[in-house]
């Protein structure tokens, strides 16, 4: 199993940046494919990007434009998303999350961090 712990959000300007991170514990962390989602309040959540275990494969939802780039670095148990060019409407709560194969969809996703808060705004 894995245990997640978000961090690095905060409040930004519109076209500033933000870096998250996950760390991640248990024993089997190497062998689980991760993803980022977000969820703003009233809203449904939804995918950000998710990576491969040996971070040669991403994906990213279409929305974001290339504006998010996941990475992960196994040696220190850390998942990445690094945000670039934020706009007001990625105000949310982001999760990363760890799941048993390469997925797009929260409920394929077994295990999931309380969530960091990312402000956009002026």
């Known amino acids: 199993q894995v245990q997640l712990v978000e961090s690095g959000g905060g409040l930004v300007q519109p076209g500033g940046s933000l870096r998250l991170s996950c760390a991640a514990s248990?024993?089997?962390?190497?062998?689980?494919?991760m993803g980022w989602f977000r969820q703003a309040p009233g809203k449904e959540r939804e995918f950000v990007a998710a990576?491969?275990?040996?971070?040669?494969?991403?994906y990213y939802a279409d929305s974001l434009k290339g504006r998010f780039t996941i990475s992960r670095d196994n040696a220190k148990n850390t998942v990445y998303l690094q945000m670039n060019s934020l706009k007001p409407e990625d105000t949310a709560v982001y999760y990363c999350?760890?799941?048993?194969?390469?997925?797009?969809?929260?409920?394929?996703?077994?295990?999931w961090g309380q969530g960091t808060q990312v402000t956009v705004s002026s």
């Open positions: 999350a760890a799941s048993r194969s390469y997925a797009t969809l929260a409920q394929l996703y077994d295990y």
């Open positions: 248990g024993r089997t962390f190497n062998n689980y494919p």
């Open positions: 990576i491969r275990w040996n971070g040669e494969s991403t």
